[in-house]
Every structure is written in structure tokens, then in C-alpha cells.
T-cell receptor
Framework: NAGVTQTPKFQVLKTGQSMTLQCAQD?????MSWYRQDPGMGLRLIHY???????DQGEVPNGYNVSRSTTEDFPLRLLSAAPSQTSVYFC???????????FGDGTRLSIL | GESVGLHLPTLSVQEGDNSIINCAYS??????FIWYKQESGKGPQFIID?????DKRQGQRVTVLLNKTVKHLSLQIAATQPGDSAVYFC???????????FGAGTRLAVHP
């Protein structure tokens, strides 16, 4: 049972490049979410999904897209990377919205 | 606006002492609260949660207290150990919403 798996662990991009951060969970959780964590700040919600085919915006959705074609996977896409998107990105999942979320170990992303 | 904050950004304790980490929340409609522990380079790890119909919940060496009158949440760690050194986050879920709002975190440093 791997829990929540995020890939890659580290990534460096140039401004304007696009990329997809992968997130997969093997716990059959319906609820999945993406957060970013910046120094000295808590986690801020980017996008979330309450089930396959359903996504919604969080606090800081601009510059990011998500889709949820399966229960297991919830990729996060950066359309045109900007230095302000340099951050650590965490994916989380839970059985439903009123259960504890389980987090992956993060993707450390630097935009030059 | 909605916010979750912490009174002390850094807490230093002696090994074996009890630790108390405090958190203030602003949304009186929040119905679910969670404490997470985050070690360096890792994702947040669930510690304990509490629902708004309770005022206390105990786990192994940890206790969460909820005071809805003053919108205050605390995490008590008994017999603090070096392995407890980490950043601790509280999070709240406003009732009817699908998202968690995180505080900025408190760093707990345990000294021998």
C-alpha cells in the first residue's frame, strides 16, 4: 500500500515552460486536492476533486489546471510556468471531505 | 475573511516536558479541525482530528482541545521526545465546504 505518490520529487523549469505534476493514490479515496507551500506560510489549496470527473478551484487556482479521469490519479498542470510558481507542491487524498487527508511527500519546483 | 492562525511561531521545550501548541480560528461555522506534523522534506502527517460537537479528544500522547466560545484549538503533547521536533499545523474545515484552511505552522524544538 503506497498511499499518495507524487512524481517528480524535484523539477527545475524555465519561465514559460509547461509541465504536469503527477499524483496517484491507491486507497480508493474519492477526495483529492493539490496544495502549494511557500516559506513561512501554511498550505494553500490550488484545486480539489470530490470524485472522478469533478474538479473545483481552491484559493490560488490561477496558472494551474487539473483533471480527474480516474479515482486514482489527479495530475496538476502548469500551463506557462512563472517564477511566482516556485514552491513545494503537495497532493492529498481522503475518503471524503470530513476525513483526514493523507499527503504525499511533495514536488519541489523551481522556475528560473 | 477566513483564517487560521497560530499564537507562537516557535516553541522550545525540554525533553520529557509537556508541549502545548495553540491555534486560533476565525470561522465560527467550521465543523472539523485537524492537526498535522511536518518533518523536514516530507509531507504533512495526520496527528489527530476533532469535530465541532466535541471539546476534547485524546490519542497516544496527544490531546486536542476545542473551545468554540473563543474559537481556539490546542494540541497537547505529553512527555515530548526529540522525535516530536517538527512543524505543526492546525487546519479547519468550514461547514458545508470541501476545503481545509491551514494555519502558518508552529515549529516545535525539543532540547535534551
Amino acid at each position: 500500500n503506497a498511499g499518495v505518490t507524487q512524481t517528480p520529487k524535484f523539477q527545475v523549469l524555465k519561465t514559460g515552460q509547461s509541465m504536469t505534476l503527477q499524483c496517484a493514490q491507491d486507497m480508493n479515496h474519492e477526495y483529492m486536492s493539490w496544495y502549494r507551500q511557500d516559506p513561512g506560510m501554511g498550505l494553500r489549496l490550488i484545486h480539489y476533486s470530490v470524485g472522478a470527473g469533478i474538479t473545483d478551484q481552491g484559493e490560488v487556482p490561477n496558472g494551474y489546471n487539473v483533471s480527474r479521469s480516474t479515482t486514482e490519479d489527479f495530475p496538476l498542470r502548469l500551463l506557462s510556468a512563472a517564477p511566482s510558481q516556485t514552491s513545494v507542491y503537495f497532493c492529498a487524498s481522503s475518503y471524503d471531505r470530513d476525513q483526514p487527508q493523507h499527503f504525499g511527500d511533495g514536488t519541489r519546483l523551481s522556475i528560473l | 475573511g477566513e483564517s487560521v492562525g497560530l499564537h507562537l511561531p516557535t516553541l522550545s521545550v525540554q525533553e520529557g516536558d509537556n508541549s502545548i501548541i495553540n491555534c486560533a480560528y476565525s470561522n465560527s461555522a467550521s465543523d472539523y479541525f485537524i492537526w498535522y506534523k511536518q518533518e523536514s522534506g516530507k509531507g504533512p502527517q495526520f496527528i489527530i482530528d476533532i469535530r465541532s460537537n466535541m471539546d476534547k479528544r485524546q490519542g497516544q500522547r496527544v490531546t486536542v482541545l476545542l473551545n468554540k466560545t473563543v474559537k481556539h484549538l490546542s494540541l497537547q503533547i505529553a512527555a515530548t521526545q526529540p522525535g516530536d521536533s517538527a512543524v505543526y499545523f492546525c487546519a479547519e474545515k468550514p461547514g458545508g465546504y470541501n476545503k481545509l484552511i491551514f494555519g502558518a505552522g508552529t515549529r516545535l524544538a525539543v532540547h535534551p
